[in-house]
């Protein structure tokens, strides 16, 4: 294997490029703090309790519903909101979490700073609307749900009560959406990710994120919820508007359209002459889009930041290392554990989701994935048992940024990577199901077995540990964990029974 010489201002030239997008991406998450409307306030007839009160509609949108049930042949539970389940009734606290708007009804909003049309947000969108409009499912939505196991209709129907959107500068001249979007429209919300592995609702999407431009319900048609989700990339859904689409006057220090106050309108009727009665949950500013960032990056970004990685190739496919996968950037720069979502060894993946820290290695909660197509995995790096792990790489404890070394460790940083070690076997745990490799350079590696394909988690049936005193090659993913006093260990995921080579008998 050729390796390539780095020099000292090259290290400190490719440190620097990390940082600075690290740093671009968490300027852009304290962005999104004022993301939320000041006051809402309503004009006209609102529903019945608990759909009464127009400050139901200020706040966050809806992420869980105190669902009564139907005793005795559907149990009460709490059921998250999705887009086949919309925010009604009350919450986890018997808070109100959304106000009906009854025909000729509004619902104003005030953001304090005001909305500006900023070509640098989200697919040029500047604000979000919610309302509790759903996608029609193949099944009956309940807590434990599965959403890799309930479709949205062939048809992509979506019930919605579409009102008409407003928007003012001073709250005496409007400016309407008068042929769309409409709020409670398309699209639904879908406060979480889905984590694909437990079975269970993962990290929390975006609210100020809208679906990418040019999705349509229709996209969506007999798509299970978790791939559809997927479509998603991150957003949590609303209905998104540009102020672009309408002639509001600029402001004349930006030379932008800009607008302080939102309003919905019940003012419209159905196909049958009804008048249309809608549902509103809440108002978002809609937050810069961020870049695209390289494994490296992201592990300098602190936990629960969102990030859009790069396109990575899987250098640990679906469960051959353990209930996750691993990334691999195509320069072998930095690898990357990714948990809720797994992908076969080879392949190209574009991942959203939110960092992470878990028994002291950085990790992706993932939020979506889209297969790329297979691509060639890069060879293991070769490396010393004593390199295995490394140094910290820019580890700030207090934020979970970076990547914190192992005991004893110095130098690259090299948890997630693909390595490669040759060594003799001194020790083996049958009952852990690993065995410790030592080269000689002075700090013996733990190696674990490789997982069942299954996802049981057991060890793969083809594989059998090696006898102690044999010399071996072993190679997998450099992992870490923590032993019984603390200390922040290096071990080696094997990822596959071609992972064990035996090179010579004891």
């Not at 690898?335 to 060894?345: D, H, I, N």
């Not at 190679?475 to 071990?491: T, Y």
Request: negative net charge.
């Amino acid at each position: 294997m050729k390796i390539r010489r780095v020099t000292a201002m090259s290290r400190r030239l490719m440190r620097l490029g990390l940082f600075l997008a690290a740093l671009s991406i968490v300027a852009l998450e304290a962005c999104t703090a004022s993301y939320l409307p000041v006051n809402v306030s309503a004009s006209g007839s609102l529903g019945f309790p608990p759909y009464d009160d127009p400050l139901a509609a200020l706040g966050r949108p809806s992420t869980f519903v105190r669902d009564p049930g139907f005793p005795p042949w559907v149990p009460p539970g709490t059921i998250a909101v999705s887009m086949v389940y919309a925010a009604w009734g009350t919450g986890l606290s018997g808070e109100k979490l959304i106000v009906t708007l009854r025909e000729g009804a509004s619902l104003t909003a005030e953001f304090n700073p005001p909305l500006m049309d900023d070509p640098a947000n989200w697919y040029g969108k500047d604000f979000l609307v919610f309302g509790n409009s759903f996608f029609v499912a193949s099944g009956f939505v309940q807590a434990d749900s599965d959403m890799e196991r309930i479709s949205i209709s062939g048809s992509a129907m979506v019930s919605a009560e579409p009102m008409t959107v407003s928007v003012s500068q001073d709250g005496v001249t409007w400016y309407s959406y008068s042929s769309g979007p409409f709020a409670d429209g398309f699209a639904p919300t879908q406060a979480f990710a889905w984590d694909r592995v437990q079975k269970r609702w993962g990290p929390e999407l975006d609210f100020t994120r809208p679906v990418p431009a040019g999705l349509t319900a229709a996209d969506f048609a007999g798509l299970k919820v978790a791939d559809a989700i997927d479509l998603h990339r991150d957003s949590a859904g609303g209905t998104a508007f540009d102020l672009a689409d309408l002639p509001l006057p600029v402001d004349p220090l930006t030379g932008r359209k800009w607008a302080r106050f939102v309003r919905v309108t019940a003012d419209r009727r159905d196909d049958d002459g009804f008048a249309v009665e809608g549902e509103i949950d809440a108002f978002a500013r809609v937050s810069h889009a961020r870049p695209e960032v390289a494994a490296g990056a992201a592990k300098l970004l602190p936990d629960g930041a969102r990030v859009d990685l790069k396109p990575a190739i899987v250098s640990a496919g679906t469960f051959e290392a353990g209930p996750f996968c691993y990334i691999l950037s195509p320069d072998r720069s930095a690898g990357l554990r990714v948990l809720g979502r797994v992908a076969p060894q080879g392949r190209l993946v574009s991942l959203t989701g939110v960092m992470d820290t878990v028994d002291g290695e950085r990790v992706l909660r993932a939020t979506s994935l889209r297969d790329l197509g297979e691509t060639a995995l890069p060879s293991p790096v070769a490396l010393r048992a004593c390199q295995a792990g490394g140094g910290p790489f820019h580890h700030d404890p207090s934020t979970g940024a970076g990547q914190e070394g192992v005991e004893g460790g110095a130098g690259l940083n090299t948890v997630g990577l693909p390595a490669r070690l040759h060594g003799r076997v001194t020790v083996v745990a049958a009952q852990t199901e690993t065995f410790t490799l030592d080269d000689g350079s002075g700090r013996p590696l733990e190696c674990r077995a490789p997982r069942n394909p299954d996802g049981s988690g057991s060890m793969h049936p083809g594989f059998s540990l090696p006898g102690a005193g044999s010399f071996v090659e072993a190679s997998g993913i450099i992992s870490v964990r923590r032993d019984a006093g603390g200390a922040l260990k290096p071990v080696l995921l094997l990822r596959n029974p071609g992972d064990l080579k035996l090179l010579a008998l004891p």
